[in-house]
């Protein structure tokens, strides 16, 4: 079956556009994950759903960031008023059952963010 | 912040020879996962190991997991070019709601 896919996969801004990446998750699964890599580093945590409701937003950077994932399926992670510092890959996972159910999150590839 | 902390954080060897990295974390964990990462592409899950597991075997993977050291190993036996990409671990810590917290990852290099 088809895994997480992210679109765009490539995307570059101008510093203080917006922007929007998009998220379909593998079909039924619950959780869904966002992730923002910087080059040469580990994933980090930005935000969490289950279903519709985001239950973690801890690791969002900043207020021009925002996510939402309105129908419980396809997830969107915007942007406002990008900075330079925004530049990084951003990741999508999705996992089947809830958080308390320990499963392996599925990787969508990413979208390689360049604010110039 | 992240939590992992990987060793070494780049190794080579020649194709055939084991690769071993290493794993050490801070706070109690449910699980800990090992992803890879080929240059530019996504993670791809290879084994998770639960809390109350200490060794785990996939194909030419083993993992062990040492909760009193809070560290973790992963074994590449027989390894290949292919091979070839960076390794993470992330640790789901205990009631933080499922977030992975990564380590800075192993570039690991493989020569035919």
């Known amino acids: 079956g088809a895994g997480v896919s992210q679109s765009p996969r490539y995307k570059v801004a101008k510093r203080g556009q917006d922007v929007a990446l998009r998220c379909d998750p593998i079909s039924g699964h619950v959780s869904l994950f966002w992730y923002q890599q910087a080059l040469g580093q580990g994933p980090e945590f930005l935000t969490y759903f289950q279903n519709e409701a985001q239950l973690d937003k801890s690791g969002l950077p900043s207020d021009r960031f925002f996510a939402e994932r309105p129908e419980g399926s396809v997830s969107t992670l915007k942007i406002q008023r990008t900075q330079q510092e925004d530049s990084a890959v951003y990741l999508c996972?999705?996992?089947?059952?809830?958080?308390?159910?320990?499963?392996?999150?599925?990787f969508g590839p990413g979208t390689r963010l360049l604010v110039l | 912040s992240q939590q992992g902390e990987e060793d070494p954080q780049a190794l080579s060897i020649q194709e055939g020879e084991n690769a071993t990295m290493n794993c050490s974390y801070k706070t109690s964990i449910n699980n800990l996962q090992w992803y890879r990462q080929n240059s530019g592409r996504g993670l791809v899950h290879l084994i998770l190991?639960?809390?109350?597991?200490r060794e785990k075997h996939s194909g030419r993977l083993r993992v062990t997991l040492d909760t009193s050291k809070k560290s973790s190993s992963l074994l590449i036996t027989a390894s290949r070019a292919a091979d070839t990409a960076s390794y993470f671990c992330?640790?789901?810590?205990?009631?933080?709601?499922?977030?992975?917290?990564f380590g800075q990852g192993t570039e690991l290099s493989v020569k035919p």
């Open positions: 190991i639960r809390s109350n597991e």
């Open positions: 996972a999705s996992s089947l059952g809830g958080a308390l159910h320990q499963e392996t999150q599925y």
């Open positions: 992330a640790t789901d810590p205990l009631n933080q709601g499922g977030k992975l917290i």
